[in-house]
């Protein structure tokens, strides 16, 4: 046969799929070092609003005391992401049904024991943080029953909003405890409301995209509800929330009242300033409304 003998079709397919083959792999892996990324900068950024933009302020935190917290409640926000992961493994599997024999489920609960013990080690936990891993619990159960089932009502959206900031109120209860300080219930209580406003704004400013990629979104679930009146009910919700908030300022002292108005205005005032007309939700989640 000639050297220079011109290659055959399938010669020719031969090469181009030996050619392609490490082009598949490397992207593969870019894949997954960019989900690998992901997870540290989602971190990182809740951390940034969350902890060091209110928590740290709201508390008076001296400098070096915001230093010697944030290595560890970064470390630990990180970790909380691994429980996400086992919980968008089982959106559709109610895990209260399944809870005997599930995998998931007894994932869970392992991963839950195990970072009760890594808190405890860094004496970083007390009543607040443990009550918050609670309601993160029923955090995942509520949203996989929604989404297993597909039925929902009015007021299970609503208290999955509440429960959802239970990651960021467990960093801040770490605060009291890493400073062997008693948790300000006060402070505690004033910031509640204003956690689920900025959850609830952070849902308007993706909705969009949540629809796009069939998660779940608080706004999204109101407009499955409510149809053209959503905008009007989430305003609803949005001065309730206000008000709860606005209630528990006046318990604060007049010489901080300002201060932490602005402070907390600052979470979630402009994500809520705006609310998206609906878009057309045919087959979001496959949703049926639950009936009252």
């Given at each position: 046969m000639s050297a220079d003998r011109v290659p055959s079709a399938g010669s020719r397919l031969a090469l181009r799929a030996e050619e392609y083959i490490p082009v598949k792999a490397a992207m593969a892996v870019r894949r997954r070092l960019r989900r690998s990324c992901d997870v540290p900068v989602k971190a990182a950024r809740i951390v940034n609003d969350y902890v060091f933009r209110l928590y740290f302020p709201a508390n008076r935190m001296p400098l070096h005391q915001r230093f010697r917290c944030a290595p560890l409640i970064l470390l630990v926000e990180y970790l909380v992401y691994k429980v996400d992961a086992v919980s968008e493994g089982a959106k559709r599997v109610d895990l209260d049904v399944v809870r005997d024999h599930d995998e998931d489920y007894l994932t869970l609960h392992k991963y839950k024991a195990k970072f009760e013990k890594i808190l405890r080690r860094m004496h970083a936990y007390n009543w607040s943080v443990a009550h918050q891993m609670e309601?993160?619990?029923?955090?995942?159960?509520?949203?996989?029953?929604?989404?297993?089932?597909?039925?929902?009502?009015?007021?299970?959206?609503?208290?999955?909003?509440?429960?959802?900031?239970?990651?960021?109120?467990?960093?801040?209860?770490?605060?009291?405890?890493?400073?062997?300080?008693?948790?300000?219930?006060?402070?505690?209580?004033?910031?509640?409301?204003?956690?689920?406003?900025?959850?609830?704004?952070?849902?308007?400013?993706?909705?969009?995209?949540?629809?796009?990629?069939?998660?779940?979104?608080?706004?999204?679930?109101?407009?499955?509800?409510?149809?053209?009146?959503?905008?009007?009910?989430?305003?609803?919700?949005?001065?309730?929330?206000?008000?709860?908030?606005?209630?528990?300022?006046?318990?604060?002292?007049?010489?901080?009242?300002?201060?932490?108005?602005?402070?907390?205005?600052?979470?979630?005032?402009?994500?809520?300033?705006?609310?998206?007309?609906?878009?057309?939700?045919?087959?979001?989640?496959?949703?049926q409304k639950e009936q009252p």
């Open positions: 309601m993160a619990e029923e955090y995942v159960r509520l949203e996989n029953k929604v989404t297993s089932n597909r039925l929902v009502a009015h007021a299970e959206v609503i208290r999955l909003a509440e429960l959802r900031p239970s990651d960021v109120r467990l960093l801040h209860g770490m605060t009291f405890a890493l400073r062997r300080r008693p948790c300000d219930e006060d402070l505690l209580n004033l910031l509640w409301p204003v956690e689920v406003l900025a959850d609830i704004g952070n849902d308007l400013a993706h909705y969009p995209d949540d629809l796009a990629n069939g998660q779940f979104n608080t706004y999204a679930m109101f407009v499955e509800l409510y149809g053209a009146g959503a905008p009007e009910r989430i305003r609803a919700e949005i001065a309730r929330y206000e008000g709860m908030f606005l209630a528990e300022l006046k318990k604060f002292p007049r010489v901080r009242q300002a201060d932490l108005k602005a402070l907390c205005a600052r979470r979630y005032r402009r994500l809520t300033a705006a609310i998206p007309e609906p878009l057309p939700q045919t087959g979001y989640m496959s949703v």
